[in-house]
Structure formats: structure tokens, C-alpha cells
């Protein structure tokens, strides 16, 4: 029986391999064996010697993995479990072109050449960029990002625009993550890992046999460490881990060419986080008494520390970060004339429970700020991959539901007067002006997207293949914001006008409405690879793609002028896509060397991101369409493995990402807050005009860094340890980022300088599946940010994510 898995999987894992070479080269194994197969269970996988040895079974042959026109790496379950690489964050330190930003879970972005979500932006009503999959399954919230990997067999960066081949259209790429699969043979895997900041993480699953035609897996994963910041307030430390997962699947092999495996999963995030610190002050337009030091001497107040590497915080509002995700999922897969059908049914949720501290102080000026939300999605996919003579194809449907209610609290506190109202009014004395002000917000979406997509690899010849892709999309989307403000005394604030009182409560919390706000549109993506193989180790193309990110709507809210909801920003238009790539794929010294090199070009017109519009008469930013954005650059990786006990790699990337036409963009920190009528781009002094918009064209695209580099090397020598025969080993891993911006306006206060973060791990492995080895990360424990972001209210207070320590620890392992 053909593996039964879509070609976009088979495309993934037949590629270059990053950073593979950590642990040598990842086999890439059948989710499914043969009854009585002898074919050893997921868990037991043995490492190979050279890159070209992972394979995939694909259109009925197998497949090399450098014979695959498409720049993607691929890291294996030893090469997880060995770098310590159990969620997206750390999957980003050995993979330079993926970026992953997070705040907290809702407010987390994932990047791939930059491109993907702007830093910081959290819309309901717009599509993600990259796309996330687990087992086939589209997630279309990145939440799903920040949860702990359950019981992995694999995990494929695909880089560049998708959508031809299978699932969601995504224009920056695509993360797609297999899980190991029902095995026919009885086995699992245990493991225990303790360290410091009372680090603890368990792993667990079986798998095997319940008659001849049926196999069950299940899996399990727990984690929990201390948190990372020393919260005076509450005196306990938060941005903690605590996280649970289970997931089991169901292999019913209902004849000899259909296979049907059930798949459930549960994910549970519950720690105190999200706290974001006092980070450093930056001079606004706005006049110095309204700038933080005055406005916090006004009320006594003295930030806990000024160093935020004292890793203190004094925020005084709950902090709650409860995030679960599930579903359900069903796979047919049938071998039908010359192909295989396959099927993938699926039904996920999503629930949200926040509480946050938004004016990052000690002093209760937001004193609660949380949006819960409930998202269940619906996706059904058929795809058919034959074969005919000289070429290969797939053809496929795809259909997408999703409904998100979202019901938000942002109340203000006794400190808000002082701290939001400009102290030439009287009313900034006054604290029950703002004290209890209180907005509810009901967001709504139903979104629905259908679509069809083909695609060809014609042999022109033994040594040429072309390859045209073609999708067309269908995205109907109908959304609601509801934004209802209310007094302490529970008395309505007018959407304008009103005593001066209720002017102050406005400019504080700008209640607003529209309701079945709609947007609906047809777009067509295609694309063209050529590739030409002049030798066995050798193999060149070229791509051309045209695509798009889906329109949308503003699910945060709109300008309001006069009272009048701005409508007629309600709605995003599509970013379209225009990419070209050249690539070439190598090997050398009997394939013991491997060396991929990309060079990519990719344009994309109207952009989405925050903007501001001078037309509209408010400082309001809003979700809408820039210009244009180009990244352009180039990406290698490079292995060597001399022999079985040594190996090494670098994988380097160069990005050239700016907006190329960015007009109406939010101004940075230090040219706001002055008012407005100053020339755009021209700063004034303190509390004099200043820009409502600023032109930022030419500026550095948010979280990109222009070099990233990730490298290591693993060496082992053979041993005996308590009876046991293996390898004591020795591994290094490390990545360096250049400085990158952290706002979408690029401003002297958040730019976040490079930094090396460094890894080490040790231990000893037998050969038949015992592993104990020590690790430690950050090993210099180097001092850095992960984000630095602008606060409300433009006081010029800058806060930020520190990142981690150095941490240290052990994991035992044993696999059966």
C-alpha cells in the first residue's frame, strides 16, 4: 500500500534538512505499517549517516530529500528532543528565517522571511500569513503556536507562498507539524526532565496493536517551570509554564487499500502571565508634564526597578493566561486507480481566558483589561495525488469555518483621572471621573473560505520538471464590533458631545458600533517551478508565484469623528503577492556534505497593517492597507558528517525587508503626541504639534534581522555505562540575530540589539533506547530582549519581555 499522506507532506519532508545534522540525519517513517510489518515503532527511529537518506514514500516511489524544488527544513523527534525544542519559540532558535513573537498566547505572531503578521498586531478579522498545521489539520489561530509539541514525529518549515498544493492559502509559508502515528508493533517512550527555576517536564506514549486491522497511540506531555519576573505586588514570580497535552489516534486499516485514523487532542495553558516591565523612558511630543516621570511623581509613584534585567515588576491587576485548544479529526486515505484519495475532516476550538495589566505599573489606572474567546473551526479537505505517464498531479477542496465570540472588560481605577486627563483640566484631580469607567466589548466573526487547487509536475525530460500550481479562493467574512462604555454610576457615554465630564470619560474609552460589516471576494493564486538536475547531487529551479493574504475586517474598532463611526474603514482589501525564487540543492564527499542556497524576491502590495489616516481627523490607528513591503535575500544551510561520530552545520539567512511605500503609517513615540499639523516626518519640540502620520517608507520591516545565523555540532565515541552499550556524546547549538526593530514604526527606543544565544548538552545513549544527558541554555547567560513595545497613552514608558536566563537541568530517557 502507497503511504497515504498529501503531497504537500510528501513535498516537506523530501527536502533540505535543517538543522538535521545536530543529531545526524531524520528517517522519515510510514505513519502506518503493514500488519506483522517488523518495521520498528516511531519512538525507536534509528539516526542514518548522510542528509540523503531521509526519504518519503510519494506518488507510489520513494523520494530523496534533496530532490524536491522547495526550501524547506525539516527537524526530526531526535533532533527535538535532544535541543530541548518542545514549542515554536525554541524551534525558531535553530531555524534563522522563522521568527516568533509573544506577548501571550492571543497576542503572539510567527513569521517566515518576516512576512507573516505584523509585530504586535492581533486582528480576529484578518488571516495569519503562516500557516500552522498539525496532522493536515489548518489552525487558524496562532495561539496554537505557544503550546508545548505533543508526541512529534517531525516538523517541516516550508518557506515561501503555499496554497496550490493543499489546505489554507498562506503567503509567507507554513509550519507543518506530524505527530507519530498508531503502530502495528507494541512500543513508547518515556521521559522525566527536572532543572533549575524548578523546571519540571514529563513525556509519555505507547502505542501498538488492538487486533490485526487496528492500532492506538496515545501521548502525553506536562510542563512547568517557575516564573521568570518577581512580581512585589503579589509576591509570587509569573510569566510562568504550565502546560498539559494529550492526544491519542486510532488506526483502523479497513482493507487493503483504505486506511482511517481518528485523532483527538486536548492542550491546556494555565499560568500567571503575561507581565511585560518597565524597560526604559523615551522623550515624546507630548508636554513634559503629561510624560511618565512627572505624571508618576503626581501620584507618589516609584517604578519597582529601572533595570529590568532585575527581572521585577509591581503590576497590580490579575494576571491570567489560561489558553485550551482541541479538536477532533478524521483521515481517509484510499489507494483509488493509479493515486491515492485522501480525506481530512476536522473540528478544533479555541478558548481564550485572559487578564492582563495594561498600563504596566503598580498604580491602578487599568485595573482590569481582558478579552476571552471562544473560536470553533471547521475544515474538510479532499485531495487526489495520481500518477500518469511522465508526470504526476494533485487535485484538491478545501472549506474553512470558523466562529469567534469575543466578549472584552477594560475597566479603568482610581489613578486613571490623574494619569489620562490632561492636568490643565480640572477634572485630572478629580479621581472619580475615570474611576469605574467601564467598556464591554462583543466581537463577532463568521468566516467562511472555499476553495480548489491543482498541481502538475510535468517531466520534460529525465533531468527538467515543470511544475504549475493554480488555486482559486473564495472568502466571505461578516463581522461585528460592539464597544459600549459605561460610568461607575452604569450611565452611558455618549458616542459625542455630552458635560465635559463625559468628553473626558470619551477620550479615555471611545465606545462605538457596526454590526454584519461584510466582506466578500473571489482571488486566483498560481505559480511556476522549474527544476533541472544535471547530476545525481545536483539539482536547480526556479520559482515564480503569484498569491495573496485574504481580505478582511477591523475587528478592533475604527476611527470615530463627530460621533460618526468611521464604516467605511471597517473593511482590509487583500495583500497581493508577487514572489520569485532561485535555488540550488548540493551534495559532495559521497553525500557526507550538503549545501542548499535560496535567493528570494518577494513583493507584496497593500500591505496590511496599523495606520493612521489624517482624513479622518484622529490619532486613531486602525487596521488597513499599506502600500508596499519587499523582502528580498538569501538563506544556506550547510552540513557536514564526516563520519558517524562527528557532525556539523550552519544555517545562515541575509533579509533585506522594508516598506517600500508606507505613507500614512503611525508615527514612532518620538514624534507623537504633540497634536498634529507639524510636516509629516519633521519633529517639534516637547508639547508643540507634531505629525498625525508619518511616511516610514524605506524603514526596516518589525522583528526582522537583516543576518541570522544558527550552527553546532554533535561528537560521540563509543561506551559502556551500567552494562549498557551506546555513545557518550557532546553537542553545541547556538544562533546569532543582528538588531531588529520591535514596533511597526521603527523608533530609536525599540530597536533590540544582536544578540548570541548559545547551548550545551552532554549525556550518554544506548543502543536499544536509554538516554540520560545534562543541558544547559544561554549558557552565557546573555541578557536580552524578546520584545520591546510602546504603552498607552504615549508617556513615553517603554516595556518589554526579557528573555530567559541561563537554565540548567537533566532528562532521562527511555524508549521500548
Keep these: 500500500m502507497s503511504l497515504a499522506l498529501p503531497l504537500a507532506i510528501f513535498l516537506q519532508t523530501t527536502t533540505g534538512i535543517t538543522p538535521a545534522a545536530v543529531q545526524g540525519a531524520v528517517t522519515v517513517v510510514p505513519p502506518q505499517t503493514a500488519p506483522g510489518s517488523s518495521q520498528r515503532d516511531p519512538d525507536d527511529v534509528q539516526r542514518t549517516s548522510v542528509a540523503a537518506d531521509i526519504v518519503v514514500t510519494a506518488r507510489r516511489r520513494e523520494e530523496s530529500a534533496q530532490s524536491v524544488p522547495i526550501p524547506i527544513s525539516v527537524v526530526g523527534v531526535k533532533e527535538i528532543d535532544s535541543t530541548g525544542s518542545f514549542n515554536v519559540g525554541r524551534l525558531q532558535q535553530i531555524q534563522p528565517t522563522l521568527q516568533f513573537y509573544s506577548t501571550n498566547p492571543r497576542n503572539s505572531s510567527v513569521n517566515i522571511r518576516g512576512l507573516g503578521a505584523p509585530l504586535g498586531l492581533t486582528n480576529d478579522g484578518i488571516d495569519q500569513g503562516v500557516g500552522v498545521y498539525i496532522d493536515q489539520v489548518y489552525l487558524s489561530r496562532v495561539a496554537a503556536a505557544t503550546l508545548d509539541f505533543l508526541d512529534i514525529q517531525q516538523i517541516e518549515t516550508l518557506r515561501g507562498p503555499q496554497g496550490t498544493l493543499y489546505g489554507k492559502n498562506t503567503v509567507a509559508g507554513a509550519i507543518n507539524i506530524t505527530s507519530k502515528a498508531p503502530s502495528f508493533t507494541f512500543g513508547g517512550r518515556a521521559e522525566l526532565s527536572v532543572g533549575n527555576l524548578e523546571f519540571k517536564q514529563a513525556k509519555a506514549s505507547v502505542s501498538g496493536p488492538l487486533g490485526e486491522t487496528v492500532a492506538l497511540r496515545l501521548g502525553l506531555a506536562a510542563t512547568s517551570r517557575r516564573g521568570t519576573i518577581f512580581n512585589v505586588a503579589s509576591g509570587t514570580h509569573v510569566n510562568e509554564q504550565d502546560n498539559i497535552g494529550v492526544r491519542g489516534a486510532l488506526l483502523w486499516r479497513a482493507s487493503d487499500t483504505l486506511d482511517l485514523t481518528l485523532s483527538a487532542d486536548y492542550n491546556r495553558q494555565n499560568p500567571e502571565c503575561c507581565a511585560q516591565i518597565y524597560v526604559k523612558l523615551g522623550s515624546t511630543q507630548r508636554p513634559l508634564n503629561r510624560q511618565f516621570d512627572a505624571l508618576a511623581a503626581a501620584q507618589g509613584y516609584v517604578p519597582v526597578s529601572r533595570n529590568p534585567f532585575d527581572r521585577l515588576t509591581d503590576v497590580d491587576a490579575e494576571l491570567s493566561a ?15 486507480g493509479s493515486g491515492t484519495l485522501t480525506s481530512v475532516t476536522a473540528w478544533r476550538f479555541w478558548d481564550w481566558l485572559p487578564a492582563n495589566d495594561r498600563d504596566f505599573t503598580g498604580l491602578p489606572i487599568t ?4 478579552n476571552p474567546t471562544r473560536q470553533d473551526q471547521f475544515t474538510q479537505e479532499f485531495r487526489y495525488a495520481g500518477d500518469g505517464k511522465g508526470f504526476d498531479y494533485v487535485l484538491g477542496a478545501f472549506a474553512f469555518y470558523q466562529n469567534i465570540h469575543t466578549t472584552g472588560t477594560q475597566r479603568q481605577g482610581p489613578a486613571a483621572s490623574r ?30 473560505s472555499g476553495a480548489l487547487f491543482a498541481k502538475l509536475n510535468w517531466k520534460l525530460s529525465d533531468a527538467v520538471t515543470l511544475s504549475p500550481g493554480f488555486r482559486a479562493n473564495y472568502d466571505d467574512k461578516v463581522g461585528s464590533y460592539v464597544s459600549i462604555v459605561r460610568d461607575a454610576q452604569g450611565n452611558l457615554v455618549p458616542y459625542s458631545g455630552g458635560t465635559a465630564r463625559q468628553a473626558a470619560q470619551r477620550d479615555a474609552i471611545q465606545p462605538q458600533a457596526f454590526t454584519d460589516e461584510a466582506y466578500r471576494a473571489w482571488n486566483v493564486s498560481y505559480d511556476v517551478t522549474a527544476s533541472y538536475k544535471p547530476s545525481a547531487d545536483v539539482l536547480l529551479y526556479a520559482t515564480y508565484a ?117 505613507r500614512n503609517a503611525p508615527c514612532p513615540p518620538e514624534l507623537s503626541g504633540g497634536g498634529s499639523g507639524t510636516p509629516i ?33 554533535e561528537a560521540n565515541a563509543p561506551a559502556d555505562l551500567l552494562g549498557q552499550s551506546g555513545e557518550l556524546y557532546l553537542g553545541f547549538d547556538a544562533n546569532s540575530r543582528a538588531k531588529f526593530s520591535s514596533n511597526a514604526s521603527r523608533s530609536i527606543y525599540t530597536d533590540i540589539d544582536g544578540y548570541t544565544l548559545a547551548n550545551l548538552r552532554a549525556g550518554f545513549r544506548s543502543d536499544d533506547g536509554f538516554s540520560l544527558f545534562g543541558w544547559v541554555r544561554n549558557v552565557f547567560d546573555r541578557k536580552y530582549y524578546e520584545v520591546l513595545a510602546t504603552t498607552p497613552g504615549n508617556t513615553g514608558l517603554i516595556a518589554g519581555n526579557v528573555g530567559d536566563p541561563r537554565t540548567y537541568g537533566v532528562t532521562l530517557a527511555k524508549s521500548f
Design 419 to 448: 494619569w489620562l486627563i490632561n492636568p490643565s483640566n480640572a477634572l485630572s484631580n478629580d479621581p472619580t471621573v475615570l474611576d469605574g469607567l467601564t467598556a464591554n466589548n462583543d466581537i463577532r466573526l463568521k468566516n467562511f
Design 322 to 336: 489560561k489558553n485550551v485548544l482541541g479538536g477532533v479529526s478524521l483521515r481517509g486515505e484510499l489507494d483509488a
Design 546 to 662: 503569484h498569491s495573496f493574504k485574504s481580505g478582511g475586517l477591523n475587528l478592533n474598532g475604527v476611527p470615530v469623528v463627530a460621533g460618526v463611526v468611521q464604516t467605511q474603514l471597517a473593511q482590509v482589501a487583500p495583500e497581493k503577492v508577487d514572489h520569485f525564487e532561485l535555488g540550488v540543492k548540493s551534495q559532495a564527499w559521497d553525500r557526507r556534505i550538503t549545501l542548499n542556497v535560496t535567493g528570494f524576491w518577494t513583493e507584496i502590495s497593500d500591505y496590511q497593517a496599523i495606520v493612521n489616516n489624517s482624513s479622518t481627523s484622529t490619532l486613531r490607528g486602525y487596521l488597513a492597507n499599506a502600500g508596499k513591503v519587499r523582502v528580498r535575500g538569501v538563506e544556506a544551510d550547510f552540513s557536514v558528517r564526516p563520519s558517524e561520530r562527528f557532525n556539523a552545520y550552519v544555517n545562515g539567512a541575509f533579509n533585506d525587508a522594508k516598506y517600500l511605500d508606507f
Design 681 to 713: 516626518g519633521a519633529p517639534g519640540a516637547p508639547g508643540t504639534n507634531s505629525p498625525a502620520v508619518c511616511d516610514i517608507s524605506g524603514q526596516w520591516l518589525p522583528g526582522v534581522s537583516r543576518w541570522a545565523l544558527s550552527y553546532g555540532f
Design 367 to 370: 485595573t482590569l483589561s481582558q
